[in-house]
């Protein structure tokens, strides 16, 4: 019985150290032929998926832009020249500002001249009371 016993507890332990040691290896491939096998596969992915960016058409836009472009004319200097006299004939104006805002800024100007100036008691009132406990904010 003793024999048994150990039969099969080695046995058991040929089994476990079988089942660990590595698979036999395959014959080792050259760098060539992993380099066809990768540039495979990366064709095959490529191929698969769609172009989700629309760089090729972008691209093909852009070429036939230029294209266009190129066939107009430059401007010439007297072309030029008459472009900046027209931008600078409307006196300035612009989104920023112009006649009119000229025009409401000077009003503004008018109405705030009309508007009494406070004294120097009521400064003095407004400055107590801007430093009284009561008015702090919390």
Same mark, same amino acid.
């Given at each position: 019985?003793? $024999?048994?016993?150990?039969?099969?507890?080695? +046995? +058991?332990?040929?089994?476990v150290? !079988?089942?660990?040691t &590595?698979?036999p290896?395959?014959?080792?491939a050259?760098?060539?032929?992993?380099?066809?096998?990768?540039a495979k596969?990366?064709?095959?992915?490529?191929?698969?998926?769609?172009?989700? /960016?629309?760089t090729?058409?972008?691209? =093909?836009?852009?070429?036939?832009n230029?294209?266009k472009?190129?066939?107009?004319?430059?401007?010439?200097?007297?072309? $030029?020249?008459?472009?900046? $006299?027209?931008?600078? =004939?409307? +006196?300035?104006a612009?989104?920023?500002?112009?006649?009119?805002?000229?025009?409401?800024?000077?009003?503004?100007? &008018?109405?705030?001249?009309?508007?009494?100036?406070?004294?120097?008691?009521?400064r003095?009132?407004?400055? $107590?009371?801007?430093? /009284?406990?009561?008015? !702090?904010?919390?």
């Open positions: 019985m003793n $024999k048994l016993l150990i039969a099969l507890i080695a +046995g +058991g332990f040929a089994t150290a !079988a089942a660990q &590595a698979a290896a395959t014959a080792p050259t760098k060539a032929e992993m380099n066809k096998e990768k596969e990366v064709g095959s992915v490529t191929a698969k998926e769609s172009d989700t /960016s629309g090729r058409a972008m691209a =093909a836009e852009q070429k036939a230029t294209a472009s190129k066939e107009l004319a430059k401007p010439t200097t007297a072309a $030029k020249q008459a472009d900046a $006299k027209a931008a600078t =004939a409307a +006196g300035g612009s989104a920023t500002g112009g006649p009119a805002t000229a025009a409401q800024a000077a009003k503004n100007t &008018a109405v705030s001249k009309e508007v009494p100036k406070a004294t120097e008691a009521q003095k009132a407004d400055e $107590k009371a801007a430093a /009284s406990p009561k008015n !702090a904010t919390p």
